[in-house]
């Protein structure tokens, strides 16, 4: 049963609760805050990509010189570079961290966005291609021999890779709640990131995502690493806990309004698939299973990553618990207040959860 835990890289002081508008890179922030979640034992952080934001590539090279084992996972959207250039690029910083990079591929659910950087394919398009994209990669790694492609989305001719992953290759995480992303990441996957939703609907998801990697001829050892993720509000009681969560509901709809929020006042009902499942469960009640909140999810227009987990440290332990005994494998966690939350989930979450790990394989019970 094991189990790894992921944060969100944030490259300055700016948080949703406290927004600093147009906050440029804080050197000695970045550096804190990834040092941080190396001494606190997370296993990985996710570099972001939006296309107004920073660049992935040059925050995730940072990181990795300034930690010892944190993993670092570049957010890739297929539209913003060729294979063959993220090939070599993804084995240069591979190479640099000794076998910490990991890439984690935006297919692009929201058309708008992609626009913003000259990208026109529909949804399945961008689908078909980030599956052709992802054979490149690894054509790349493994292949010793210069190699022709004619794909649907990428032509080119007797390419030659010289830059070989650290170990051989590289983990792939393809994210989505969409039966176009079912598809590609069962079948080629090595990592299938999921937003929190309850219990039920996670296990749904993750037998979709399982079924793919049957069909795609994959054995049950081998089908995709499940990811989750949540953004926990903790403190040492339930009372202490609930009063936070509403101090941080009310920041972030005061923020919304001023224009300073994820996403606009008046803005559209979300595009991509995942957002709207998030507030279709929303209509069903504010409170989900053990602690999974969600008028953090309607405060942002379900705009990313947006289920908040509230409650003591140890009903967060035993929620996170209930999704590693479902079968994820890999926690996201990251709350409002970015770098001490950090490291109060290293504090009091962390180590309860693998605690409560080791508890069930030696044969404890779960708690109910």
């Not at 399945?124 to 790694?141: D, G, M, V």
């Not at 021999?145 to 001719?157: A, I, L, N, T, V």
């Not at 999921?194 to 049957?214: C, H, N, S, V």
């Not at 609930?242 to 005061?254: E, G, I, P, S, V």
Request: proline letters at 7%.
């Amino acid at each position: 049963m094991p189990a790894e835990f992921i944060s969100l890289t944030f490259p300055n002081p700016s948080t949703e609760l406290a927004p600093i508008p147009g906050a440029p890179i804080d050197p000695d922030f970045l550096v804190r805050y990834a040092r941080s979640l190396d001494d606190h034992e997370f296993n990985y952080t996710l570099v972001p990509y939006g296309s107004s934001f920073f660049d992935p590539w040059t925050i995730g090279a940072t990181i990795a010189a300034v930690t010892k084992k944190l993993k670092v996972i570049i957010a890739l959207r297929p539209n913003t570079l060729y294979p063959t250039v993220a090939a070599k690029a993804l084995a240069t910083l591979d190479q640099l961290s000794r076998g910490r990079a990991v890439v984690h591929f935006i297919a692009g659910g929201d058309d708008a966005e992609q626009a913003r950087e000259g990208d026109f394919l529909n949804k399945e398009q961008r689908y078909e291609r980030q599956e052709e994209y992802i054979k490149i990669l690894r054509r790349a790694w493994k292949s010793t021999e210069p190699f022709d492609w004619e794909g649907k989305y990428y032509q080119f001719k007797d390419f030659s890779n010289k830059v070989v992953p650290f170990n051989g290759t590289i983990p792939v995480s393809v994210g989505g709640s969409s039966d176009d992303a079912y598809r590609v990441g069962g079948a080629l996957a090595d990592i299938f990131g999921l937003w929190g939703e309850p219990l039920k609907e996670t296990k749904e998801q993750i037998d979709r995502i399982y079924a793919e990697a049957d069909k795609a001829g994959r054995s049950k050892e081998d089908r995709p690493r499940i990811w989750v993720t949540f953004r926990p509000i903790i403190a040492e009681t339930e009372e202490l806990a609930w009063a936070k969560a509403h101090r941080t509901l009310d920041a972030l709809n005061q923020n919304r309004e001023k224009g300073q929020g994820k996403s606009p006042p008046n803005a559209p009902a979300p595009q991509n698939v995942g957002s709207q499942r998030l507030l279709d469960i929303a209509k069903r009640g504010e409170v989900q299973d053990r602690a999974l909140w969600y008028p953090t999810v309607t405060a942002t227009n379900a705009r990313g990553a947006s289920t908040a987990l509230v409650g003591s440290y140890q009903t967060i332990i035993d929620s996170i618990l209930d999704y590693i005994d479902l079968g994820a494998e890999l926690i996201s966690i990251r709350g409002y207040d970015n770098l001490n939350d950090a490291i109060d989930y290293g504090r009091y979450i962390l180590p309860g959860v693998r605690a409560g790990i080791k508890e069930r394989e030696n044969g404890a019970k779960p708690s109910s």
